[in-house]
């Protein structure tokens, strides 16, 4: 592990410490439970002021990356921040260096290939810049599947953030590195009241339960008794919505929220399969009684929505 600065660069010091630090963590240069320099150590080894290091430690720190031990120094965490995108940023690491490789092979420096790609996609020159996307959710497992379907739709640079984080995620520094912030009709109002204050344009899209469940239900023998589990009353509503819509008539359902124990585990006691929404079919799964099917749903895009974040984003580049 070897650290490196640029001191000719308007980046700032402590910011190129700080992300050396991550991307040395990502490369696995690193490795959890790691003691770092001193920053008196490495401000000497780099030849820079002991408090440009300090700031980039004390970030780190509040971003759950590293720890300080009283007495006993700064370490990498143990229990690092949870990163479903670490597989793909550590492809990414492969492009740049392949990136890196091909210019070279045509006679220019990193500098020039960093000048190139900092215009397209900071600046928006030349090729364009694709629109920066967050998407808001209450729940981890949906915040990952709609960030995949929102970029597969529409091929936006889409961060995913859970709702509970969003006024930190918001904040002065972070704030200008977002076009647009998308929700569910669920949360809309309490994204606006964060995110609106800011100046960050705010869209609902409107998801609905995914075909397949509804046709396995619609296969199901007559008389089956159906119990599905959401993550919330709103979205019990929708469920119940959905399936009236449907026109299913040959089964017993009933909808419940997970959150309602003394609901739930009556139903549970009385239905022959359970449906629960991605959200919380891990937990209903410890629940049931052997036997019990338990099948996973989750709500999905809903097309119309899908056109309307495509729109919108092509209106805007």
Do not use: W
């Not at 006993?72 to 492969?94: F, H, S, W």
């Amino acid at each position: 592990m070897d650290f490196q600065l640029n001191k000719q660069t308007e980046f700032p010091i402590y910011q190129q410490l700080k992300e050396q630090i991550k991307y040395f963590l990502l490369n696995g240069d690193l490795q959890p439970g790691t003691k770092l320099p001193p920053p008196k150590d490495l401000a000497g080894y780099l030849r820079i002021n002991k408090n440009t290091v300090i700031v980039a430690y004390k970030e780190l720190e509040k971003e759950g990356v590293i720890v300080t031990k009283h007495g006993q120094g700064t370490y990498v965490a143990e229990n690092l921040p949870p990163d479903p995108g670490l597989e793909r940023k550590q492809a990414l690491i492969a492009v740049a260096r392949e990136a890196l490789a091909k210019a070279r092979g045509l006679g220019f420096g990193a500098e020039e290939l960093f000048t190139v790609v900092f215009s397209q996609t900071v600046l928006g020159l030349g090729a364009g810049r694709s629109m920066r996307a967050l998407f808001v959710e209450c729940n981890q497992p949906d915040v990952d599947f709609y960030v995949r379907e929102i970029a597969r739709e529409t091929e936006a640079q889409v961060e995913g953030c859970l709702l509970g984080d969003l006024e930190a995620r918001m904040d002065d520094r972070a704030a200008p590195a977002v076009d647009l912030v998308v929700t569910t009709f669920f949360h809309v109002e309490d994204v606006k009241a964060i995110c609106e204050p800011l100046d960050k344009k705010v869209i609902a899209i409107m998801v609905a339960p995914e075909m397949a469940i509804l046709m396995q239900v619609g296969e199901m023998a007559p008389g089956t008794r159906v119990g599905f589990v959401c993550g919330s009353e709103s979205s019990v509503e929708a469920m119940r919505g959905s399936l009236g819509a449907s026109g299913i008539r040959h089964i017993a359902y009933e909808c419940v929220s997970f959150a309602d124990s003394e609901a739930l585990a009556a139903m549970l006691a009385r239905v022959d399969i359970v449906a629960g929404c991605r959200s919380v079919v891990a937990e209903v799964r410890k629940l049931v009684s052997p036997g019990v099917t338990v099948l996973e749903f989750g709500n999905v895009l809903e097309r119309g929505s899908a056109g309307l974040l495509v729109k919108y984003l092509g209106e805007r580049y």
